[in-house]
């Protein structure tokens, strides 16, 4: 079972995974472990002897440690923590930057690199091609991870492997899996107005707002500027997309009432929608607990996400007879046979 491990605010460390009455037994011997409800999570000291602490209760299990947590001085505490992974991990993290890759990929390259050690428990130069097959195999059949995650995983040790060390022996032995064709999730005209209905807080609102009217990806919405807002001619500027792309998408006259009733309420600065801390914008993981919220409240039974807004943005326009490469431009879509599967989701409707 796996174990997700990430820095939650102020001094303190969030802890989560599946309802497991003995691990739960095991986790209360460490000390200052308490369950958080806001949260749903459990809550940690920060410091170097919890986590020591946490290892050694948890020895077989799979600790996922997201951003943010250090384990600088542990490497020789844990087995689990070798002394090469601090330093590949930071010439990865030089390298992906050095070659222009985005913040949230160089996160995402780093987390599973992370999980790859902690599988593998070897030094980088006795890794062999059996154990890169093992950890696929052991995540697509045994973590039921999707393809697209495991496609991920598998860009990621070909940068380690040749980028950062220069192994181009195991890279001719990974596989990469087939990719799945999936029909993203829609909600109706009619739902999107009962969830964005639902949302009484007018920041909450002006998020959501934006998110469907422009078709936005959440990490989009969160690194708005005021700037980005053109009223006059009803456009909003997307700047560094996926693929470090910047483009205009539209701006509904709906959206710009709501984001106009939030301006007078609040105090906006470098970020539209900032965090706790004003030089910070939002964090992604926020507005996906507003949206999660407004659904629920909303009634809406459906397995649908933020992103969700986006995909139904497209769908709702392609139903209103917009050209798709129109379509393709707004979404920031870098391939046609991207946004030709809302065409397809449309047929099977």
């Not at 987390?111 to 593998?120: L, N, S, T, V, W």
Request: net charge positive; charged share 25%.
């Amino acid at each position: 079972m796996s174990i997700y491990l990430e820095k939650g605010t102020g001094e303190v460390l969030h802890l989560k995974f599946e309802y497991n009455k003995d691990m739960i037994q095991r986790l209360k011997t460490v000390r200052g472990s308490q369950w958080n409800a806001e949260f749903k999570c459990w809550a940690l000291p920060n410091t170097p002897q919890t986590l020591i602490q946490l290892f050694a209760v948890f020895p077989k299990e799979e600790m996922i440690i997201g951003p943010g947590v250090d384990l600088t001085g542990l490497e020789e505490q844990n087995q689990f923590i070798r002394p090469w992974t601090q330093s590949i991990l930071t010439s990865m993290e030089e390298e992906l930057i050095l070659q222009g890759y985005s913040s949230r990929t160089v996160h995402a390259y780093l987390a599973h690199i992370k999980r790859f050690a902690q599988y593998a428990k070897k030094d980088p130069s006795e890794i062999a091609s059996q154990d890169v097959r093992g950890y696929l195999l052991y995540q697509l059949d045994k973590q039921k991870k999707s393809h697209a995650f495991v496609n991920q995983l598998v860009s990621s040790l070909k940068f380690l492997f040749v980028d950062v060390l220069h192994r181009h022996d195991i890279i001719l032995s990974i596989p990469r899996p087939k990719r799945e064709q999936k029909l993203p999730d829609i909600l109706s005209q009619q739902e999107v107005k009962k969830v964005l209905e639902s949302v009484l807080n007018v920041k909450h609102q002006a998020i959501l707002y934006l998110t469907y009217s422009g078709g936005l990806r959440v990490g989009e919405v969160v690194q708005l500027r005021p700037e980005d807002i053109d009223s006059s001619r009803m456009l909003i500027h997307v700047r560094q997309g996926k693929g470090r792309k910047d483009r205009y998408t539209v701006l509904s006259e709906s959206a710009l009432q709501v984001l106009r009733c939030y301006a007078k309420r609040y105090r906006v600065g470098k970020w539209l929608f900032p965090g706790e801390v004003q030089e910070n914008h939002l964090t992604e993981r926020s507005v996906q607990k507003i949206f999660e919220k407004a659904r629920d409240a909303a009634g809406i039974k459906k397995e649908v996400s933020v992103h969700s807004l986006r995909h139904s943005f497209a769908t709702h326009l392609l139903e209103a007879g917009t050209d798709l490469r129109y379509i393709q431009e707004l979404l920031g879509h870098q391939q046609s046979k991207t946004t030709e599967i809302y065409y397809d989701k449309q047929v099977v409707m």
